[in-house]
């Protein structure tokens, strides 16, 4: 499976160091108009975590982004609409958080995800133990990550954290 992800789920994986997790649910492409939003104050390294991690930067083309501007509706930012128009194109999983591109990618029937679903498939995977899972959803909680809080109190109580 190869998964496309925003901007957003990145910087919540690397706040918590779980990008190196990330890339073993499958393939991980990330556009490079979208890398470039990753150069976050708070997070200086991150850039050069989602290199380190083999997540594969894809160069976006001058034909994508004339077919994007069909997508960027509403709310939409042009880096949005470019993950919609490319995962749509290309047949990817995007991960993002954010509730307009979500919106969009069910309207589109494009499949979409995000930070909560990826932590719930490490869980399901057994790629790292449920303790670890429930420090991470502490920490993004720390930083007001934009995370739905009825799902976060599910996952907490499937994962067992206190």
Same mark, same amino acid.
């Given at each position: ?5 925003d901007?957003?789920?990145?910087i919540?994986?690397?706040?918590v160091? @779980?990008?190196?997790?990330l890339?073993q ?9 979208v890398f470039d939003e990753c150069?976050h ?6 850039p050069e975590a989602?290199?380190?991690? @083999? ?7 001058q034909?994508?982004?004339l077919?994007?501007?069909? #997508?960027?509706? @509403?709310?939409l930012?042009?880096?949005d ?5 490319y995962?749509?194109? #290309? ?10 591109l !979500?919106?969009c990618c069910?309207?589109?029937q494009?499949?979409?995800?995000g ?5 719930q498939s490490v869980?399901? !995977? ?8 429930c420090?991470w ?6 930083y ?7 799902e976060?109190?599910f996952?907490?109580?499937r994962?067992?954290?206190?």
């Amino acid at each position: 499976m190869i998964l496309l992800s925003d901007a957003n789920v990145l910087i919540d994986l690397g706040y918590v160091d @779980g990008l190196s997790v990330l890339t073993q649910l499958g393939t991980i492409e990330v556009l490079d108009v979208v890398f470039d939003e990753c150069c976050h104050p708070r997070q200086p390294d991150l850039p050069e975590a989602i290199a380190t991690a @083999g997540i594969q930067k894809v160069t976006v083309t001058q034909e994508w982004a004339l077919l994007a501007r069909t #997508y960027q509706t @509403g709310p939409l930012s042009f880096q949005d609409a470019l993950c919609l128009c490319y995962a749509k194109t #290309y047949q990817r999983l995007l991960l993002t958080n954010e509730k307009p591109l !979500r919106r969009c990618c069910q309207e589109q029937q494009v499949p979409v995800h995000g930070t909560l679903w990826i932590i719930q498939s490490v869980y399901e !995977r057994q790629l790292l133990d449920a303790a670890i899972l429930c420090e991470w959803l502490t920490t993004l909680n720390r930083y007001n990550r934009r995370l739905s809080q009825s799902e976060v109190k599910f996952l907490r109580q499937r994962l067992g954290c206190s």
